[in-house]
């Protein structure tokens, strides 16, 4: 059973940064996409950011050109560093692995999260 462990959160001003890291035990990590999800209050949860195994990335629309995800596969965390931040983004942040590159919905149980606020 594979556990997911983020961190990183915090409170920041608008137009600050924050490195979000996730930390997932299991062998598998290195070959598995993976993702990072948030959720705001009173909103569905929904992916931000994806990266393959071997790299490759997808980021939502929201978030293009602010959010950056990575990964280091002999440390088996996957990190998302986010400039430019918005009060909108304020949300828990989830990471997760996914089934396939494609898909949307993630493929562990999920960990705590970690709070991400943006003040105005």
């Known amino acids: 059973q594979v556990q997911l462990v983020e961190s990183g959160g915090g409170l920041v001003q608008a137009g600050g940064s924050l490195r979000l890291s996730c930390a997932a035990s299991?062998?598998?990590?290195?070959?598995?996409?993976m993702a990072w999800f948030r959720q705001a209050p009173g909103k569905q949860r929904e992916l931000v950011a994806r990266?393959?195994?071997?790299?490759?990335?997808n980021y939502a629309d929201s978030v293009k050109g602010r959010f950056t995800i990575s990964r280091h596969n002999a440390k088996n965390t996957v990190y998302l560093q986010m400039n430019s931040l918005k009060p909108e983004d304020t949300a828990v942040y989830y990471c997760?692995?996914?089934?396939?590159?494609?898909?949307?919905?993630?493929?562990?149980?999920w960990g705590q999260g970690t709070q991400v606020t943006v003040s105005s």
């Open positions: 990266i393959s195994g071997g790299g490759r990335t």
């Open positions: 299991g062998s598998m990590f290195s070959i598995n996409h």
């Open positions: 997760n692995g996914l089934l396939s590159y494609s898909s949307d919905s993630g493929l562990w149980p």
